[in-house]
């Protein structure tokens, strides 16, 4: 049976997706999937790139936060959106962490969550006052941090699955896009919110469905410094418990 006919068999995902990304995985190109399953020069690798539906299932799916691809570091790929691995914690006794700090997206992310949830006020945001903060009812790994995403039932997926180097961005994006569409009609009558960052709304907005249930929640991307202090980005997410600790 040819590449066209069937997708691979050992596409690993949790099983109440499974259908639903064979399916996706079967609209990209040809020639593009015998890249993703040939080629050793992306990342995260085969095994990886699908990680975001391996670990929360669809009935627990209420949100999808899409993200727009990879961290361009195979150390900091993971699967997921905004989840880098190379982050060993959030926070120092400095304030956030130096890996935190250099990522501008995740640093912006989890200050407007510290905003948010009013662990702390717009003009207390430095790293003196995170660190005084008292943190013990608060995580400090990016592993906790990408399972109180899903614990709310956010979906954390970038537009483009894979990263090469930054000049072929837009070409992965471009070939992922048939995933994207098939991905968001089979879910098109489920109520779900689809969380839409930045340029990244209007990339998904030309792949939605002409009829579907999609909430769209749209704000400026977090690499912004605006994404901070947006009222609708606080309002949204001070209903999620992102940065605290399950006790």
Known sequence: MSIL???RADLSVHESWRGIIENAYGSLDMKYREFLE???AYFPDFHNFLNAFKTLPR???KSILFGQDPYPRKESATGYAFIDKAVKTLFSDKGLSREVNRATSLRNFIKMLLLASNYLKKEELTQENIARLDKKELINSIHEWKNNFEKEGVLLLNSALVFTKKEDTKKHAKAFAAFMRALLGKLKHENIEL???GSISKE???LLPQTHNFRLFYACHPYNIKFITDKKTLDRFSKMELLKRCI
């Open 5 to 7: 006919e069937k997708p």
């Open 59 to 61: 009935d627990k799916t």
């Open 38 to 40: 040939n080629s050793h």
């Open 204 to 206: 998904i907005e030309q």
């Open 195 to 197: 969380i839409l960052l």
